[in-house]
């Protein structure tokens, strides 16, 4: 799941002064910059490897996060629940934090710093598909330095304790399978003009792994009113069927051969491998 961070620009200019706790200190002091997990800082144009990377790890923690409107249409109510898949390290701590994210967003004032102008040659013909606008030189102002009529998706809105997770958030002890929750809200929505369509909301749960000052885990959700529907690691992987001995990861890949230390599902059920 992305949350795209914007510094300095239009849209930092109106999104909250909040979002910038641990986003743009820890991610963002040079641009442009891609983090994996808060642990890769992805190099180059590519960053297929480190994300692929990251998805092959196995974690202690599941994650979940639903969100609905409250009666007013102006805040929304999110919940959380983090449910050990197996026991944490001794003295291992977690927390959580959020980011409220928008996409869709666009401004026909808006500029954007670009040099991709080299797209619009024939040998970048088999570019991805999100690149051919950038092949267009009617999308160009001031020369080929800057594009207009860019739609931002997955930005970063308002955050809450995204430096280290909310303080007593998710309080030791923790018991495998054993679910803790932890409840916020964000408030005033409509003071960010910036956002066209609710519908494009998105909430973002991350958890820290305080021992580690890593990201663990973290799911997304849209909110409940608007078509809403939730992503993250959890416990059911396809369905439950007698004398069905396949194996799967975390991230609902069957595995072949003598599986690594980890956490997987056989017939639906949680099994461990030490």
Known sequence: MAVSVHKTDDISKVVSPTVYEGLIDRYAATLPAVWIARDNKAAGYDVTTAYQSEKNKVTYM???VSARWDAT???IDVTTEVEPCMTPEEGSSYSVGYVLTASGLTNPAWRQEASYAEYSSPSYADAPEEMKFYADAANYSDGYSKVKGVVYNHVAIESKGMERGIANSLG?????DEVKKHSTTFSNISR???IGDKSKIEIVA???NNKTNKIENAARCRVDG???DTTGIGEAVGDKRDGDDRMYDMMGRQVYGKPAPGLYIVN???IIVK
């Open 62 to 64: 599941n994650i979940g």
């Open 73 to 75: 249409g102006d805040a």
């Open 172 to 176: 030791a002890p923790y018991a495998m």
């Open 192 to 194: 960010y003009g910036v």
């Open 206 to 208: 991350v958890l820290f």
């Open 226 to 228: 608007y078509g809403g």
């Open 268 to 270: 639906g059920r949680k």
